[in-house]
């Protein structure tokens, strides 16, 4: 195996366990980078860097770690300083949602999400930024959702103002990265095939049920190519793309009354 662990650039992706994460561990991997691997499930994290050195002869590194722990993101960037490389693309996907009324779902369930959705991921991109400046070159790709353009999820409240924070932060983020070299575009998908329903029990709802669901790769490799040709929006998908705008035209009320229908089962 050709060990290019000097030489090739590094990506660091949470939540690359499964799902999106994991194919865009794949789409980096085929594109020569290094990977680091984060999340909490070992085994598949090893499992998939011991498919990508085998298909890609890319150094893979994985780190085990619950994110939506408070102070995940210090530990986890302490750990790869240990390492002494340079991460030159970080991936901000870890991220569940949790179906339900608020006044119905659990109280530490919530504030885990909130953690892991939000906090996580501004607390790496403000650990990785001070780097990236410096060298003047890399990319912060964080994995919002089309719920983020939605004015409102009712019964799925919190994961959609989550997402909504992402996407306002990422937003501002491309704005004053402007002209520094490094670029931090939002991946906004749709429905896709994955995990993330039944992990936060979605599955069921006519959301998941009545949309067409995108496959993961696909979702990644937009990402990925939004990533590295510098753009600062990816919405995935030409379907994708409609709902967005219906999402930023339709009138709030219409929009939140759509949102909290398809949310039900
Ligand atoms: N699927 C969709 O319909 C959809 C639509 C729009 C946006 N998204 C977003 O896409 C991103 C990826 O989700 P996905 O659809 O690929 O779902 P997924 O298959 O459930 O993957 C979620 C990933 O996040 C990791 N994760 C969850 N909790 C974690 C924790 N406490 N600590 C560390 N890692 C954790 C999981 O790994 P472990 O369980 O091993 O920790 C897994 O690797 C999320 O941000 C999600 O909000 C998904």
Excluded at 55 to 68: C, G, K, P, Q
Excluded at 105 to 132: F, H, K
Excluded at 189 to 207: I, S, W, Y
Aim: no cysteine; charged share 20%.
């Amino acid at each position: 195996m050709r060990d290019r662990s000097n030489t090739s650039p590094l990506a660091l992706i949470t939540g690359a366990s499964s799902g999106i994460g994991a194919e865009i561990a794949r789409e980096f991997a085929a594109r020569g980078y290094d990977l680091i691997l984060a999340a909490r499930r070992i085994e598949r994290l090893e499992r998939l860097a011991a498919e990508l050195r085998h298909t890609h002869s890319t150094s893979a590194s994985v780190v085990a770690a619950d994110l939506s722990a408070a102070g995940a993101a210090r530990e986890l960037w302490a750990m790869l300083g240990q390492g002494a490389r340079e991460v030159d693309v970080l991936v901000n996907n870890a991220g569940v949602g949790l179906a339900g009324n608020l006044a119905d779902i659990d109280a530490e369930s919530v504030a885990r999400m909130m953690r892991l959705n939000m906090e996580l991921l501004t607390s790496l991109t403000r650990l990785a930024l001070p780097g990236m400046l410096q060298r003047r070159r890399g990319g912060i790709l964080n994995v919002a959702s089309l719920a983020g353009f939605q004015p409102a999820g009712p019964g799925m409240a919190v994961y959609y103002a989550t997402k909504a924070y992402v996407l306002s932060l990422t937003r501002a983020l491309a704005f004053e990265l402007r002209g520094t070299g490094v670029t931090a575009p939002a991946l906004r998908p749709g429905p896709t095939r994955t995990e993330f329903d039944a992990v936060g029990g979605a599955a069921g709802t006519r959301l998941f049920r009545w949309l067409p669901l995108m496959e993961p790769r696909a979702v990644a490799a937009a990402g990925v190519r939004g990533l590295l040709t510098g753009r600062t929006v990816v919405v995935p998908g030409w379907f994708n793309k409609l709902l967005a705008i219906g999402g930023e035209l339709a009138p709030r009320s219409l929009a939140t009354a759509l949102n909290g229908a398809l949310l039900r089962k």
